[in-house]
């Protein structure tokens, strides 16, 4: 059976859904994951988006910029 689930993933979440702590963990995980990308589109108060790009930009020749090289908005 263990051989079975792991070459199967079907199987495997199926047997997830039986169970009702996973079941409880990956909703809550995926709540979380909702909350989270929705709070992304929330502006912060005070913080002037154009400054913070402009720092950014001026960064660019240091270790931030090696760093900003590896987001996904570069």
Request: glycine letters at 8%.
């Amino acid at each position: 059976m263990a051989n079975y689930a792991l070459s199967n993933p079907a199987a495997t979440l199926a047997q997830a859904g039986r169970l009702g702590e996973i079941r409880g963990r990956l909703v809550f995980l995926i709540l979380a994951l909702v909350v989270y990308r929705a709070g992304t589109f929330i502006p912060v108060p005070g913080i002037n988006p154009d400054a913070v790009a402009r720092y950014f930009n001026d960064q660019s020749n240091t270790i931030l910029g090696v760093v900003n090289m590896f987001s996904p908005w570069a």
